[in-house]
């Protein structure tokens, strides 16, 4: 048993860098790469030369050492951010101590002591019993290599897929509470975790504490694979049409099922000495070629490597890549093997499980030890097929933004905040707020809408809804909204004529009025002359000055009618207005039908949900009236009213509308009109326009409609498209999709966790696809299925309200199916 310190090689953690006890210095950087299953074919091709023109920067006896950690992690509810929401904390519960593979990626820029001799197998400083520096390092080495840092940062910087941040002294060296990266690494911390001393054993086995540890490494050429490159297919989410790419060494990062940290090194020595010895290599093996086939074929590869050299520019450098995996005590060490060796079978490589190497190559990969690596456990290779052996992905980043939607990542499903509105717009992505949803029958699509509209409501949105199928009873119910329907029994019921507390008569609701009344009386093809328009406008004016000289009178359609029969007869009497500039008798006789005791006189006088303005949560169900002749028009009339009033009176409010399955209501060209201009106005007043349908051929019938709302609406959502996949290039081509957007909307729902129910969605931008997952209190508030509702419903009435109901529901559901 040895003590650490007379071995330790870190000698000081200063200014930033790492000084080891032999002269190295080590600069750390904290990288944050892409999200996984985000890039597609071209984004690899150029990440990977972005990581060779960074690598080739730095100066001769230099080692790039990337270091990623993976680690299980737990997600820890905030129950205090979901606050007192009935659906948001069911969310947090249901989330809550969820699994995830956390990771964090650091490099380390080493530049080697001068005349340092590289370390091997047999001569390590793990096996010396004292270590003096040799030297001390220059000012003009140093800030020459301070400089290749700096241009390393920069090209991978300004690459657009990674950002660094340099590491300080603290994170490096860590505090009294918190173990900096190499205390970490040599006692296996997890990131935040206090510092914590464990013993480590190396004679023999490789352990850490309780952490039994297995390395595999990749230091052999004849282990290697006979291809390599910036990317690779992914089958599980590969179709017949589509290829699903990932980063060639994915398979030893996220997708990687056990704890491990993956150390990829490059060596970067002296080209023109490593050229010159291979070169004599050559000879040699010229020389000896005749006495042996082996002779020969090693000539012939080593003839080829300097040809490719000198013909294409290709840097020579030597490479090493491990994976140092671990498990508790009960971990199943057969079983850590076998995840291990199939990750490196995916890359279509042999693994070597390293065991008397092992404490060397571990001891090497201390941060800021990289020069202690021993050299005959590497491999001659070029820098352009080095780095496709570094993972260039890492986990799904919440937004940071304090609106948005919770959503599922890909891999684990993890709760993501997920923010779909403003930060496009804040980062540039687009330049208005409105969605438009295609999704077809049984994707989920009902689901991720009332789970997205439910968000919007829970964090102060008003929403405003037009549904044609009762998707959203239930969330209405729950957050107690308005919900206006129509059944023989029930029929639909509003109230144009009332004025909320603080609203008043202004120029936009007489105009709404105007138009209402005229769409009632006239005809579509029927036009309206310019007095009948003005004396409708002073009849409206009389009638509310009337009402204010008269507290009693209800506004309604009712007084309003009477008002006209009455005191606006006296006007038309006196002579002020002639008969045939406005001819109130037909104007009376055709409206009568809305007055009390005719066909439709529930229509415009409801005296409930009247507060339309400040109501933050509107459902309009049209399935009854989509056909009817009379009725239709006039809804979608209130309906403008009520959500241009709110558009432009709740100032600095955020608002939405969302048209569900739309081309039954954009049928009439009064409806379209109204969309079409909805669409490119309702982003000047915080808002956002919304469109589900199941079919996108349903928006492009409408001539109207079909440029303003695909042109119009930034962010596109989709759902399982596998019904379409044979036909997938026309909506392709119709929704301006690239190739590998079309692989991630392809992909969806190929490879789900059988173990969880959800359903994948993929939305633009961010261009990523998450998945829908809900607690079964949510479950039961979106469902669809008429058995299920008419449980909720019978379960509320039993426990006196609906969320009462759907909770003892969850929770004997839960008895039955633990």
């Known amino acids: 048993m040895r003590e650490i310190e007379k071995i330790f090689p870190i000698y000081k953690v200063e200014n930033g860098a ?14 944050t790469l892409p999200e996984i299953f985000t890039l597609g074919e071209r984004d690899y091709e150029s990440f990977h030369q972005a990581w060779i023109r960074a690598i080739k920067v730095l100066p001769a006896h230099s080692i790039f050492h990337k270091q990623d950690w993976y680690a299980d992690r737990r997600y820890r509810a905030d129950f205090d951010r979901a606050g007192e929401a009935f659906l948001s904390l069911s969310s947090e519960r249901f989330f809550n101590e969820r699994p995830y593979r956390g990771h964090s990626c650091h490099i380390f820029l080493t530049k080697r002591a001068t005349g340092r001799k590289p370390a091997n197998s047999a001569i390590s400083n793990i096996l010396r019993k004292s270590i003096v520096p040799q030297q001390t390092i220059a000012e003009k080495p140093f800030m020459d290599f301070m400089d290749s840092v700096g241009q390393f940062e920069r090209i991978l ?51 850490v504490g309780d952490k039994q540890c297995q390395l595999f490494t990749l230091s052999d050429a004849e ?33 990687l099922d056990c704890d491990h940290i993956l150390n990829q090194y490059i060596f970067i020595g002296d080209a023109h000495k490593t050229l010159k010895k291979m070169e004599a290599k050559r000879l040699r093996l010229q020389s000896l070629s005749a006495y042996s086939r082996e002779n020969a074929i090693a000539r012939d590869a080593t003839n080829d490597f300097l040809n490719e050299a000198i013909s294409d520019g290709r840097l020579p450098v030597k490479a090493h890549f491990n994976v140092l995996a671990w498990g508790d005590g009960a971990t199943d060490a057969n079983e850590l093997r076998n995840k291990v060796s199939s990750a490196m079978a995916q890359m279509d490589a042999i693994p070597k499980q390293e065991t008397d190497g092992a404490p060397q190559i571990w001891f090497a990969g201390i941060p800021g030890n990289g020069s202690d690596f021993p050299m005959n456990d590497t491999f001659d290779t070029f820098l352009e097929q080095a780095t496709c052996f570094l993972v260039k992905e890492t986990g799904y980043r919440s937004s940071i933004s304090p609106f948005g939607v919770r959503l599922g990542e890909r891999l684990d ?29 049984g994707s989920g699509k009902s689901f991720f809408t009332n789970h997205m509209v439910r968000s919007y409501y829970e964090q102060g949105a008003h929403v405003v809804l037009l549904d044609v199928g009762h998707s959203y ?5 729950l957050v107690d909204g308005y919900y206006f329907t129509y059944s023989e029994a029930d029929p639909i019921r509003f109230n144009p004529f009332y004025l909320t507390d603080g609203d008043v008569l202004d120029t936009e609701k007489k105009e709404s009025l105007k138009t209402l009344l005229l769409a009632l009386w006239k005809k579509e093809d029927e036009r309206f002359t310019r007095s009948e328009y003005v004396a409708l406008s002073n009849a409206l004016t009389g009638y509310y000055k009337h009402l204010e000289s008269h507290s009693d009178i209800f506004p309604c359609f009712n007084t309003f009618y009477e008002y006209l029969m009455n005191e606006y007869m006296q006007v038309l009497d006196n002579g002020k207005v002639k008969e045939k500039d406005f001819d109130v008798s037909n104007f009376l006789y055709v409206l009568n039908p809305y007055y009390k005791g005719g066909e439709f006189d529930y229509l415009l006088n409801a005296t409930e949900n009247l507060d339309l303005l400040h109501q933050r949560f509107i459902v309009f169900e049209l399935d009854a009236i989509k056909d009817h002749p009379i009725l239709f028009p006039a809804v979608t009339l209130i309906i403008m009213d009520v959500f241009i009033s709110k558009m432009r009176k709740l100032k600095g409010v955020r608002k939405a509308i969302l048209i569900e399955e739309c081309w039954k209501a954009i049928a009439k060209a009064s409806m379209a009109e109204y969309i079409k201009y909805l669409f490119k106005t309702v982003r000047k007043f915080f808002g956002e326009a919304i469109v589900v349908t199941q079919e996108v051929e349903d928006i492009i019938s409408s001539p109207i409609v079909k440029q303003a709302i695909i042109n119009n609406s930034d962010c596109k959502i989709l759902l399982d498209q596998s019904k379409y996949e044979n036909k997938f290039d026309q909506l392709q081509e119709m929704l301006g999709l690239n190739d590998k957007q079309k692989a991630l909307i392809l992909s969806m729902n190929r490879a789900n966790d059988p173990k969880r129910k ?3 969605v993929y939305i633009y931008p961010p261009g990523k696809v998450y998945r829908t997952e809900v607690s079964l209190e949510e479950y039961l508030t979106y469902t669809t299925e008429e058995s299920e509702k008419v449980k909720v419903l019978e379960y509320a009435a039993r426990h006196g309200s609906i969320s009462r109901g759907i909770a003892e529901l969850a929770k004997d559901l839960r008895s039955k199916n633990p």
Not at 18 to 31: K, R, Y
Not at 172 to 198: C, H, K, M, S, W
Not at 225 to 245: E, H, V
């Open 157 to 207: 910087s300004d690459s657009g897929f990674v950002s660094l941040k340099r590491l300080d002294d603290e994170a490096l060296a860590g505090t009294a509470n918190r173990a900096g990266i190499i205390e970490r690494y040599v006692f296996l911390l997890d990131e935040g975790e206090q510092p914590t001393i464990r013993d480590i054993h190396l004679n023999g086995r490789l352990a």
């Open 758 to 760: 959800y359903k994948e």
């Open 413 to 441: 499903g993890k709760p993501m905040h997920v923010d779909i509105s403003d930060e496009p717009i804040k980062r540039g992505w687009s330049t208005n707020r409105n969605k438009f949803i295609l999704g077809p029958s």
């Open 473 to 477: 009873k239930g969330l209405c119910d």
């Open 223 to 255: 282990e290697l694979p006979a291809l390599c490159g910036p990317r690779i297919n992914y089958d599980r989410y590969s179709t017949d049409r589509t290829k699903f790419s990932i980063g060639f060494a994915s398979p030893l990062g996220l997708l």
């Open 18 to 31: 790492v000084l080891s006890v032999q002269g190295d210095i080590t600069v750390a950087f904290e990288a």
